[in-house]
């Protein structure tokens, strides 16, 4: 039995008429009622009541017809898997990151992948959290990894680092000596913070709403990078991943402070979309993102 036989009678279950069928399906009306007959005939039943106008679908037609579109949409499917499976067998994995994570966590995953697959190229992109569930989802990226990831039926998400949270000042800042600080000191202190869109500053503020902490704002930025720089000059202080201020701490232009209250992380995850088909070396990224 062929999946286009099957589409012809949907379409005259459907359609109704012998006539509207044949001229969708570019076939004569004869045609149309031979196929009919011959699903009749495999199954030993009536599926189509031939008296009636309009036509009218026996039980055992209404029956086969739900079981058609079931059949139909699964080989749909498959072809559309099929095709994603093409595509993903190229020699390459794409990927997009917010920047925080692109710039300071990633690196040296990439690296570890290069030496396992060293003739898949990897490209890696830098998006807002927005835009990346966007790509992920119509197909466009294989891999995103953002902050606080949402969970989404349509998506698998699975964890990938806790990054402590810590308060970030100049070197001139009268905070700068100490190693560990109350966060409830953060009250009292020009405060640097994210966009009120971007996920680490809601994940933040519900961190010193649960502190009764009111913050005196200072400036607001949408990425880690630009509040980095306002602290160097000693604009204010702020709460920042640590992996993305280690260069700077090293390097002496900001200087980092752990919360002597508990240890805050922010969540990160990795976020892929459930239907597509991962290449081989897609998936391997996966594992070794999660592993690591």
């Not at 990226?141 to 949402?150: E, F, Q, T, Y």
């Not at 502190?211 to 202080?237: C, H, W």
């Not at 709460?239 to 201020?245: G, K």
């Amino acid at each position: 039995m062929h999946i286009e036989t099957l589409k012809i009678f949907c379409d005259l279950a459907q359609l109704r008429s012998f006539s509207k069928t044949a001229e969708k399906n570019l076939l004569s009306q004869s045609a149309v009622s031979q196929q009919l007959a011959q699903l009749e005939l495999a199954h030993k039943t009536q599926l189509l009541d031939r008296r009636k106008r309009p036509l009218e679908l026996t039980s055992a037609g209404e029956l086969f017809f739900s079981t058609c579109k079931d059949i139909i949409e699964r080989y749909e499917k498959f072809q559309n898997q099929l095709h994603e499976l093409e595509k993903s067998s190229k020699n390459s994995v794409t990927i997009a990151a917010i920047f925080s994570i692109g710039m300071h966590a990633l690196p040296d995953y990439v690296k570890e992948f290069m030496v396992n697959f060293p003739d898949v190229n990897v490209h890696i992109e830098f998006f807002s959290s927005d835009k990346i569930y966007e790509l992920v989802l119509a197909g466009e990226i294989d891999i995103g990894l953002v902050a606080l990831p949402k969970r989404d039926k349509r998506l698998e998400v699975y964890d990938f680092q806790d990054e402590p949270l810590v308060l970030v000042c100049s070197p001139k800042h009268p905070l700068a000596n100490e190693r560990e600080i109350d966060i409830h000191k953060v009250q009292f202190e020009r405060f640097i913070s994210f966009d009120k869109n971007v996920p680490t500053r809601i994940w933040i503020d519900d961190i010193l709403h649960r502190y009764n902490i009111t913050i005196r704002p200072a400036m607001e930025f949408d990425n880690t990078e630009t509040i980095k720089r306002a602290v160097e000059i000693n604009s204010g202080v702020s709460i920042l991943p640590q992996t993305t201020i280690m260069q700077e701490v090293v390097g002496g232009t900001l200087k980092s402070l752990t919360f002597s209250n508990e240890h805050f992380v922010r969540p990160t995850g990795i976020i892929v979309r459930k239907d597509k088909i991962q290449s081989q070396a897609s998936k391997y990224f996966i594992e070794l993102l999660q592993d690591r």
